[in-house]
């Protein structure tokens, strides 16, 4: 939903018109987002996948990694660099968005890789290897993809602090019934403070951070800025989340390391949400330089 956001917002009318009713029936399966490279990271404007212009095609080379998705996906929000950087005045300037069919380009010019992770989550380095796209591929005017996939950002990064919340809660319940349970020591572990706080502490920061979710959201929504709250709240529920998380892990002592338990997998997918889609030290380079006006420390 946050990647085809992109096109809603800034799509041609013939874009929206070919590829959204088919992708709200569920005629079109799930969508791949095409932007995080293996040699420049973080550092998002510096990346080095090409897409020139060839008549009524745009030619791409390059590699992107991490790439969730792109096995299972009809279509890919892809961002290239269609100016070199050397050539523009700002490096946010020169990159372009385009949309991508999979199903075209598959075996021809593009190869698909997974990559095998300790999470459940399928997701992938992309190969293009003089892939060929057409022309009305690209979305919007060649040059402002950067400041098109802003938007689907922030909307990324309050759906996943969502989903953070949403484990939270999930450990913070999970927590109590054991604590209130288990008995040793002739008395429920959850009788002892130093049990009691660190759930009693996470579930007060979860409840801070998911109001930091829904401002967040409804600023989205209201077609209002919102990066300083969509990154806030990203921040602050990933780390409650963990913090719920590994409260319900010492909680349940030896047991949380046995499957049935279910806290295992999940502390595993928690720790993700501290680093992906945005690692938390980057919004605090947002925050110290955006919001509070320090200097660049990078
Ligand atoms: C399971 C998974 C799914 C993903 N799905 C997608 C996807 O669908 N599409 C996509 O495009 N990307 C995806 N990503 C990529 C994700 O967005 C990046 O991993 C993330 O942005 C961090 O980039 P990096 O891994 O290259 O880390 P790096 O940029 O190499 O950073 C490594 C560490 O150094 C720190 N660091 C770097 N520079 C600074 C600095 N200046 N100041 C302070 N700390 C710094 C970072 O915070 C981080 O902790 C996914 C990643 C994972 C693990």
């Known amino acids: 939903m946050y990647i085809m956001g992109t096109l809603l917002r800034h799509g041609s009318e013939a874009q929206k018109q070919k590829y959204l009713p088919q992708i709200a029936t569920g005629a079109l399966r799930l969508q791949a987002f095409g932007v995080t490279e293996p040699t420049t990271g973080s550092d998002t404007t510096q990346l080095k996948t090409r897409a020139v212009r060839d008549g009524d095609s745009y030619v791409v080379n390059g590699q992107k990694i991490w ?110 019934a054991y604590a209130n349970d288990r008995a040793v020591f002739g008395r429920p572990i959850g009788q002892n403070q130093a049990i009691q706080h660190p759930i009693a502490r996470a579930y007060g920061e979860l409840q801070a951070a998911e109001m930091m979710v829904r401002q967040a959201a409804a600023l989205f929504d209201a077609g209002r800025e919102c990066g300083e709250a969509a990154n806030l709240a990203k921040l602050l529920a990933s780390e409650s989340a963990w913090n719920a998380a590994e409260a319900c892990m010492q909680t349940h002592g030896g ?39 320090l200097p660049r420390s990078y």
């Open 255 to 293: 047991f949380s390391f046995a499957r049935d338990f279910q806290i295992e997998r999940k502390w595993r997918e928690c720790r993700l949400f501290q680093i992906a889609p945005i690692s938390s030290n980057m919004i605090l380079n947002f925050v110290t330089r955006n919001i509070l006006g």
């Open 67 to 176: 790439t969730s998705r792109a096995l299972q996906s009809d279509m890919m929000l892809l961002l290239a660099r269609t100016t070199a950087a050397d050539q523009v005045q700002k490096r946010t300037q020169g990159l372009s968005v385009f949309l991508v069919d999979l199903r075209e380009v598959k075996g021809k010019g593009c190869e698909i890789r997974p990559i095998p992770t300790m999470v459940n989550h399928n997701t992938n380095e992309v190969f293009f290897d003089n892939m060929r796209i057409p022309a009305d591929s690209l979305i919007g005017e060649e040059g402002r993809g950067f400041k098109y996939i802003l938007d689907g950002m922030n909307a990324e990064r309050v759906l996943v602090a969502s989903e953070a919340i949403g484990d939270g809660k999930y450990f913070t319940e999970k927590s109590v």
